[in-house]
């Protein structure tokens, strides 16, 4: 291979961008994540900064407009868009490695590429998670979801710190093929370099000290049943008038029958279960109020909700409503993480045809509390994140400094039926048990029903398709173990300590660089 081939270049990078996508759903190659910049690391080797942003950017671009692509039932300017954008965070690591490869190489220059480009990869990952609302989805470590070893690391420095391990990784592959490769052709003896050394021995050190850190972990001392209903109702008929007869039946129906196959201390619907607001409208409360009141179960369950403020003038919320065994409205929990052109609009006051880019019409408000519940009778404290919120880390760890004790997820991915955008979501939360060492319970509308235990290993999920490929509706009782006092990991002291720190390190090193650049030109 000629990897210094221009024209062979942008083949080299948007390779780089589609064994990415195989890391995640629908493939789900976790191993490919190892290898996955190992072409666009050839393909931005020495090149000019101008070059090397469009090579990144390019890869980059190919990776995002195909995860994301379950994006593209409910907008598909939006999952264009938010492609592009995300694909802005490839460029400065592109850039980094063309100035950092610009001088012959050698085992120290290597190691420091190594540390410098993971830390550049790192510190975008953090700030993709925190400008304009935030946008965590899918960091590398997200690939790790099943080699629990490794990703305990998020305890210790949340997801940019595991995938800084793995960028590390894919350097030390790259530049040790490279040393191996030039020994080879020069007839030279060929051996193991320092970098894979490097490679093997971070990686091994991170597993090693991760099933460790599983081992000293205190078993759970604490244990709740807790029935879960999938109801599986299309998006499109959600709020379609003549098909609500169909929502409040499958719900009692799947309820009912969920109560009577056991004995839970706490019933769960998703995300906007009803069609209705159940604070407000009589027939969403005349429902839960007999269903908890015959069997003494609390109900949890997601809602709309109307408030009057400003004058009269309306504000809706997505809210989480615990409902007594009495029948009795205990607590109310609205959503304070809204989705940016899912849940509001930027503007719309000064420019009302953004509304019409949002699939609900209209700006949900945005909660200021962080209210936590109480189990009656079980002295159990549990947060109610709502949707997309199981996938941003300042909330939950937010959540768990408060004192919750688990985590109860309501959330509705019926917009995303027949894609890759469930099994996403559904890993993207899975770190937030490691970081928090919290469980974690989702109930979804269509998505994946389950939960994840506070070591992040997946306990239950309910199959939410059916033979026929579609959204399969049901219930499932699980036994939801935890600890009355969890530990209390680095992550969850220190929050997201280490990303800032790569962003920032990452940029005075990238900086350096340039000016060295510079200087010598």
């Given at each position: 291979?000629?990897?210094?081939?221009?024209?062979?270049?942008?083949?080299?990078?948007?390779?780089?961008?589609?064994?990415?996508?195989?890391?995640?759903?629908?493939?789900?190659?976790?191993?490919?994540?190892?290898?996955?910049?190992?072409?666009?690391?050839?393909?931005?080797?020495?090149?000019?900064?101008?070059?090397?942003?469009r090579l990144s950017y390019g890869?980059?671009?190919?990776?995002?407009?195909?995860?994301?692509?379950?994006?593209?039932?409910?907008?598909?300017?939006?999952?264009?868009?938010?492609?592009?954008?995300?694909?802005?965070?490839?460029?400065?690591?592109?850039?980094?490695?063309?100035?950092?490869?610009?001088?012959?190489?050698?085992?120290?220059?290597?190691?420091?590429?190594?540390?410098?480009?993971?830390?550049?990869?790192?510190?975008?990952?953090?700030?993709?998670?925190?400008?304009?609302?935030?946008?965590?989805?899918?960091?590398?470590?997200?690939?790790?979801?099943?080699?629990?070893?490794?990703?305990?690391?998020?305890?210790?420095?949340?997801?940019?710190?595991?995938?800084?391990?793995?960028?590390?990784?894919?350097?030390?592959?790259?530049?040790?093929?490279?040393?191996?490769?030039?020994?080879?052709?020069?007839?030279?003896?060929?051996?193991?370099?320092?970098?894979?050394?490097?490679?093997?021995?971070?990686?091994?050190?991170?597993?090693?000290?991760?099933?460790?850190?599983?081992?000293?972990?205190?078993?759970?001392?604490?244990?709740?049943?807790?029935?879960?209903?999938?109801?599986?109702?299309?998006?499109?008929?959600?709020?379609?008038?003549?098909?609500?007869?169909?929502?409040?039946?499958?719900?009692?129906?799947l309820s009912r029958a969920a109560?009577?196959?056991?004995?839970?201390?706490?019933?769960?619907?998703?995300?906007?279960?009803?069609?209705?607001?159940?604070?407000?409208?009589?027939?969403?409360?005349?429902?839960?109020?007999?269903?908890?009141?015959?069997?003494?179960?609390?109900?949890?369950?997601?809602?709309?909700?109307?408030?009057?403020?400003?004058?009269?003038?309306?504000?809706?919320?997505?809210?989480?409503?615990?409902?007594?065994?009495?029948?009795?409205?205990?607590?109310?929990?609205?959503?304070?993480?809204?989705?940016?052109?899912?849940?509001?609009?930027?503007?719309?006051?000064?420019?009302?045809?953004?509304?019409?880019?949002?699939?609900?019409?209209?700006?949900?408000?945005?909660?200021?509390?962080?209210?936590?519940?109480?189990?009656?009778?079980?002295?159990?404290?549990?947060?109610?994140?709502?949707?997309?919120?199981?996938?941003?880390?300042?909330?939950?760890?937010?959540?768990?400094?408060?004192?919750?004790?688990?985590?109860?997820?309501?959330?509705?991915?019926?917009?995303?039926?027949?894609?890759?955008?469930?099994?996403?979501?559904?890993?993207?939360?899975?770190?937030?048990?490691?970081?928090?060492?919290?469980?974690?319970?989702?109930?979804?509308?269509?998505?994946?029903?389950?939960?994840?235990?506070?070591?992040?290993?997946?306990?239950?999920?309910?199959?939410?398709?059916?033979?026929?490929?579609?959204?399969?509706?049901?219930?499932?009782?699980?036994?939801?173990?935890?600890?009355?006092?969890?530990?209390?990991?680095?992550?969850?002291?220190?929050?997201?300590?280490?990303?800032?720190?790569?962003?920032?390190?990452g940029a005075g090193w990238l900086?350096?660089?340039?000016?060295?650049?510079?200087?010598?030109?």
């Amino acid at each position: 291979m000629n990897w210094k081939n221009s024209r062979l270049r942008p083949l080299w990078a948007a390779l780089s961008g589609a064994l990415l996508w195989t890391a995640f759903p629908p493939l789900d190659w976790g191993w490919a994540a190892w290898l996955a910049l190992t072409p666009l690391y050839f393909a931005v080797r020495g090149a000019a900064p101008r070059a090397a942003a469009r090579l990144s950017y390019g890869a980059g671009a190919v990776y995002w407009v195909g995860t994301l692509y379950w994006l593209h039932p409910v907008t598909i300017p939006g999952w264009l868009l938010l492609a592009l954008y995300s694909a802005l965070y490839f460029i400065p690591f592109g850039m980094f490695l063309a100035r950092a490869t610009a001088r012959p190489a050698g085992t120290i220059r290597n190691l420091g590429l190594m540390l410098g480009g993971a830390l550049v990869w790192a510190g975008g990952e953090q700030l993709r998670s925190a400008l304009f609302t935030g946008w965590p989805w899918n960091p590398l470590a997200v690939s790790q979801h099943a080699n629990l070893g490794v990703l305990q690391g998020v305890a210790w420095g949340g997801p940019p710190f595991v995938s800084a391990l793995i960028v590390w990784a894919n350097l030390g592959f790259s530049t040790a093929w490279e040393r191996w490769r030039g020994a080879a052709f020069r007839g030279g003896a060929t051996r193991v370099h320092a970098e894979m050394a490097a490679v093997v021995l971070a990686v091994g050190a991170a597993s090693f000290g991760g099933w460790a850190a599983l081992r000293r972990l205190p078993p759970p001392d604490r244990a709740v049943r807790v029935a879960l209903i999938q109801p599986a109702i299309s998006q499109y008929r959600k709020w379609t008038p003549e098909f609500v007869d169909h929502i409040y039946g499958r719900l009692e129906n799947l309820s009912r029958a969920a109560l009577r196959a056991g004995a839970p201390d706490l019933l769960v619907w998703p995300e906007t279960a009803v069609p209705e607001e159940v604070r407000t409208a009589e027939r969403p409360y005349a429902l839960v109020r007999a269903l908890t009141t015959e069997h003494g179960v609390p109900l949890l369950l997601g809602s709309l909700d109307l408030e009057l403020r400003d004058g009269g003038r309306e504000h809706w919320f997505n809210s989480a409503a615990l409902i007594g065994g009495d029948g009795l409205l205990t607590k109310v929990y609205d959503k304070q993480h809204r989705v940016l052109f899912g849940e509001y609009m930027p503007l719309e006051d000064r420019l009302p045809f953004m509304k019409s880019l949002s699939p609900v019409g209209m700006s949900i408000s945005s909660g200021t509390n962080q209210t936590l519940f109480t189990l009656p009778g079980r002295d159990l404290t549990f947060a109610a994140p709502i949707c997309f919120e199981d996938v941003i880390r300042p909330v939950m760890r937010a959540f768990a400094r408060r004192g919750a004790q688990l985590f109860v997820n309501l959330t509705n991915d019926a917009w995303y039926d027949g894609t890759a955008g469930a099994a996403q979501h559904f890993n993207n939360s899975l770190p937030r048990a490691i970081e928090t060492r919290r469980p974690l319970v989702r109930c979804a509308n269509s998505g994946i029903t389950g939960w994840i235990d506070a070591r992040g290993a997946v306990r239950a999920r309910l199959p939410n398709t059916g033979p026929d490929g579609r959204p399969a509706a049901g219930f499932q009782t699980l036994e939801i173990t935890y600890r009355a006092t969890p530990p209390v990991t680095l992550y969850a002291r220190l929050g997201d300590v280490f990303g800032w720190g790569a962003a920032l390190i990452g940029a005075g090193w990238l900086a350096a660089l340039e000016h060295r650049a510079r200087r010598v030109i």
